[in-house]
Structure formats: structure tokens, C-alpha cells
């Protein structure tokens, strides 16, 4: 059996997110079925598994695996919330370039994130 990480986070974009982050966001959450045509730069788009980082891992027989993502807008304040739940497989420390990548566009005081 592979090993599998859990990965948890929920958090608000900031306003002046970029167009091209959340229509990633949105793909790879399985909520928009078409790639984008733009993908942002970052580390995380050249890993094998960006595009499945957020959907369900499947499972192998001996792990139940999950995936329960989403991006959604707030409706008093119009920002983008995104919510990720999942089991997967972080061969290319994808977890983390996730993490990485989206830092910079997350709404929070300075060393609350």
C-alpha cells in the first residue's frame, strides 16, 4: 500500500485574486471540467499529480480514500472561500506546493497563515 497523506485547509482568497489562480482552483477541484488554457507560474503545474491534487484519490483495496473540494463564493463579501478535504498520494510534495502556490493570495494578517 502506497502512503497516503491527509490533507485539510479552508480558507478566503483575497479580492484582487487573480483570474487565472481561481480558474485553476476550479479545475482542479473538479467544479470546471476544462483545463485551463492559462495556468499560473508555479512549481506545483510541472507535478504529475496538480490536476488530481484536490478530487478523490481513488483508493488502492486497502484505504478508503476521499475527496471533498470546493470554491465557492461568500455572498456579503464576494470572495472566493475554498474548502479541501482529501486523501492522496504526495509523491511530488504536491501538498506543499499547493500551499505555496496560494499563500500569496489568501486573506489573513500577517503570520496568521
Request: net charge negative; aromatic share 12%; charged share 20%.
Amino acid at each position: 500500500m502506497e502512503g497516503y497523506t491527509e490533507f485539510n485547509c479552508a480558507f478566503t482568497l483575497k479580492s484582487s485574486t487573480p483570474e487565472d489562480v481561481v480558474d485553476a482552483l476550479l479545475f482542479m477541484t473538479g467544479q470546471d471540467e476544462n483545463e485551463p488554457a492559462n495556468l499560473p507560474p508555479h512549481p506545483l503545474f510541472s507535478t504529475a499529480g496538480w490536476r488530481y491534487l484536490l478530487r478523490d484519490g481513488g483508493g488502492d483495496g486497502n484505504c478508503l480514500a476521499y475527496g471533498i473540494s470546493g470554491v465557492e463564493v461568500n455572498e456579503h463579501s464576494e470572495r472566493y472561500i475554498v474548502t479541501v478535504r482529501v486523501n492522496l498520494i504526495n509523491l511530488d510534495s504536491e501538498a506543499s506546493q499547493f500551499i505555496d502556490w496560494l499563500t500569496p493570495y489568501i486573506l489573513a494578517r500577517t503570520g496568521d497563515y
